[in-house]
């Protein structure tokens, strides 16, 4: 079985060895397999060939990625409010003390 072609390197994600080769299988997308711990990264779908070969500086496959187009505003914080005091509670008056039972009989 020949081997496919490098694309290019990158460190493994599990085990950060570096400069593992990345290549494109025969289905043309692109997959790595660690030399040193053995894991297999694949792509499957699109983003993840996207994602990958960025990663790695390959020119992109899909020109038509979703970009923003203008950066997003960010929204300034409202003025502070005037600094007002906080109105004062007026007190109720105290109603009469109710009568008990001892002030009938006063
Ligand atoms: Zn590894």
Redesign the pocket.
């Given at each position: 079985m020949s081997k496919n072609e490098v694309i290019g390197t990158c460190s493994?994600p599990?085990?950060q060895?570096p400069d593992q080769e990345i290549r494109v299988s025969t289905n043309g997308k692109p997959y790595m397999v660690?030399e040193?711990?053995g894991?297999q990264l694949f792509s499957r779908q699109a983003r993840s060939v996207k994602l990958l070969k960025e990663r790695i500086g390959a020119k992109p496959v899909d020109p038509v990625a979703p970009k923003p187009a203008t950066p997003i505003p960010v929204p300034k914080p409202a003025a502070p409010a005037a600094a007002k005091p906080a109105p004062v509670p007026v007190p109720e008056p105290k109603p009469a003390a109710e009568k008990t039972i001892f002030d009938i009989f006063n």
């Open positions: 493994c599990l085990c060895f660690c040193e711990c894991m």
